[in-house]
């Protein structure tokens, strides 16, 4: 069985093998729960059951070490993994190891991130002084300004913004996305369509209208074509790009709404009148909130692909056998089989 309390062909606990002892492990990593697994409970430190999950929910583990617990039910002491779960990974308890599947991969999506943090630090350090940093609007006139940055910080949990900058006091003043260089294919996606993304995302009518249509193409919990629909409404572009909670109002920006998302290395570039002033910019490019132009490759839409234990809800029933998200159109290119839903 492929899940984390088994043990690799070498003896090694695949836990230790996947979690433990990899330096690629990292707290934003999803995980999917086992097949056939139904209502497995979710205990606090004390105990005491608060939640379930079931097979294709997504957790994720929020430490590299499991622990010994005996839970409710429990004949003896068994490993359990610490993982946080639900809307937008907010919930957190413990849960044995043998219900999460193993990871596919080792691939570290974090490195680019990384990558952006370490380069904006080593900028502002060689800059010497807290900048004046702006951020040209892509959409509309003008600049988001961000007063004494100092540095680049990451942010805890697992929300849109995967780092800030930060002024002199340590305090957040913007809320960055970032996308590692490489076109609109290393995008992967932009936002889920679950209840984890987001309950305004996975209720807008679009996102039902999708759902309900592949739904009728699951078939013993397989997708049997790929599919994909166009996303029209801007308010949903602007949710599955910026974060679950972009709104026009001029101080809603936190960690699930970023202020802007960029592809590729930072780039700063000081002002030729004013030295205090540098325009932070990226090599692929920058996009800011309430900016929907994203054409060609780039151009948002739903996609659902079969994934084996990966689902979904609808109509209060769970399907297995897709993967669900708003992705930029070119990674449903060129799928065999691939079915456009026309709205």
């Known amino acids: 069985m ?52 079931s097979e294709g929910d997504a957790i994720r583990i929020d430490s590299n070490k499991a622990v010994k617990k005996r839970f409710l039910g429990d004949t003896k002491q068994l490993d359990y993994a610490k993982i946080k779960y639900g809307t937008g990974f907010r919930k957190s ?11 596919s991969g080792k691939k570290n999506v974090m490195e680019a991130e990384e990558n952006a943090i370490k380069a904006i630090n080593e900028s502002l350090k060689e800059i010497g002084h807290p900048i004046i940093c702006k951020v040209k609007k892509s959409s509309g006139t003008g600049y988001f300004t ?36 490489g076109g609109a294919k290393a995008y992967q996606q932009y936002s889920g369509i679950t209840p984890t993304a987001g309950e305004d995302i996975h209720e807008h009518p679009e996102t039902q209208k999708f759902l309900s249509n592949v739904i009728g193409f699951i078939q013993e919990e397989r997708l049997s074509n790929p599919m994909t629909m166009k996303v029209k409404s801007k308010k949903l572009i602007n949710m599955a790009i910026y974060g679950p909670d972009y709104s026009t109002r001029k101080n809603s920006f936190g960690i699930d709404h970023c202020h802007f998302i960029g592809q590729g290395d930072p780039i700063f570039t000081q002002d030729k009148k004013n030295p205090e002033i540098y325009y932070l910019t990226f090599s692929d490019n920058t996009h800011t909130s309430g900016d929907t132009n994203f054409k060609g490759d780039y151009e948002p839409t739903f996609l659902a692909t079969f994934r084996a ?35």
């Open 309 to 343: 234990g990966r689902g979904f809800d609808y109509d209060g029933k769970k399907y297995r056998g897709a993967r669900v998200m708003i992705a930029p159109r070119i990674l449903g290119k060129g799928r065999t089989g691939l079915l456009e839903i026309k709205i």
């Open 2 to 53: 492929a899940h984390l309390g088994s043990k690799s062909t070498d003896g090694t606990p695949a836990f230790k093998k996947y979690i433990t002892n990899n330096p690629n492990w990292s707290k934003k990593k999803d995980y999917v729960v086992e097949n056939k697994v139904q209502n497995e409970p979710v205990f606090n430190a004390q105990g005491k059951m608060q939640g379930t999950v």
């Open 93 to 103: 308890g413990f849960m044995k190891i043998s219900k999460i599947r193993k990871p």
């Open 146 to 181: 961000f007063e004494d940055v100092v540095g680049c910080g990451n942010v805890r949990g697992t929300p849109k913004a995967d780092f800030t900058l930060v002024d002199s006091d340590g305090n957040p003043v913007a809320f960055v996305s970032h996308k590692k260089a």
